[in-house]
Nanobody, 120 residues
């Protein structure tokens, strides 16, 4: 089981991009889906999560109201819509499937990432 992220690319500052994540081989609707990102030379950080019922959580310091996470359980697919991108958003974006234990999210299945590059 390996969620597969796609949709990355090169975009100009101020632009938008939507990345997708297809999770095959698992009952997608039973899992929380999350997006992480890792910028060059930095640690991987959580961006947002979405539960099976559509409840969302964002890392506000990262997102600042610019990103929207969503999912389509029928398609085993999750999305991250990113608007008002700036060069600091340049990173490899990873999706995964996991669950919350209390207030903490624990990823179970990591996928390959997709590179998003924002030019100034």
């Amino acid at each position: 089981v390996q969620p597969q992220a796609s949709g990355g690319g090169l975009v100009q500052a101020g632009g938008s991009l939507r990345v997708s994540c297809v999770a095959s081989g698992l009952t997608f609707s039973r899992y929380v889906m999350a997006w992480y990102r890792q910028a060059p030379g930095k640690q991987r950080e959580l961006v947002a999560t979405i539960s099976s019922d559509g409840t969302t959580n964002y890392k506000d310091s990262v997102v600042k109201g610019r990103f929207t996470i969503s999912r389509d359980n029928a398609k085993n697919t999750g999305y991250l819509q990113m608007n008002s991108l700036n060069p600091e958003d340049t990173a490899v974006y990873y999706c995964n499937a996991g669950n919350y234990k209390g207030i903490y999210y624990y990823p179970d299945y990591w996928g390959q990432g997709t590179l998003v590059t924002v030019s100034s």
